[in-house]
């Protein structure tokens, strides 16, 4: 029982609360089962194959799950560290409060490629961007595991128009549309400039 009770510590203890199973392999034989019956108690909660976090304390593990972003970001810090992923493009957008409605992928900014990872809590995947992280204006934000970094308002306009340069994804235009009233347009013009790209803001701009 103190063995289990230890694993959840280190959970609670980790960036994000979040672990995955492969670092514990120094301090258990077999962590995957360790991870296991700590989940079945109800102290950790499993949020992709190899991936745990610790269950807050306030919450009924029965029926809590972090929110995608969390459980993303969570993740993505487990495998590169402490405020080195970003929240990026409509997952930026969603902690931000301009995509009201649910997606079914979360996007993390990390400085290596990495294939999207399916989350095992709900129907839903984690997809990796390869970025320059340290060149992106990002900021902390609230999730449920913790403070984490997403891309700055002006920085996740420029990255969901660039991506969608035709503006044929609606859930893209609708987040740069609520985020543009509320963007700093000096900090945006900078960012274009600095990040190359002037023409991705023009045709933001343009009409507007």
Do not use: N
Not at 142 to 157: F, K
Not at 182 to 197: G, K, N, P, W
């Amino acid at each position: 029982m103190k063995e289990k009770a230890s694993v959840v510590r280190l959970a609670a203890r980790a960036p994000l609360r979040t672990i995955r199973t492969r670092d514990l392999s120094a301090v258990y034989a077999h962590p995957r089962s360790e991870a296991r019956a700590v989940e079945q108690r109800g102290l950790l909660h499993r949020l992709a194959h190899g991936f745990y976090c610790a269950v807050p304390p306030e919450y009924d593990a029965a029926v809590w799950r972090p929110t995608l972003e969390a459980a993303a970001v969570g993740i993505a810090t487990a495998i590169y560290g402490e405020r080195v992923p970003v929240l990026t493009g409509l997952s930026a957008a969603r902690v931000h409060g301009a995509l009201p409605r649910a997606i079914g992928a979360a996007f993390v900014a990390v400085p290596a490629k990495r294939r999207p990872l399916k989350l095992a809590d709900r129907s839903g995947e984690v997809r990796f961007v390869m970025r320059d992280v340290a060149a992106l204006d990002a900021v902390l934000v609230p999730t449920d595991l913790g403070a984490a970094l997403a891309t700055t308002l002006e920085q996740t306009i420029l990255d969901l128009a660039r991506a969608d340069p035709r503006g044929e994804d609606e859930a893209a235009q609708t987040a740069i549309d609520a985020l543009w009233p509320e963007c700093d347009h000096v900090a945006l013009e900078s960012i274009a400039a600095t990040q190359r790209m002037r023409a991705t803001y023009a045709r933001i701009a343009e009409g507007r």
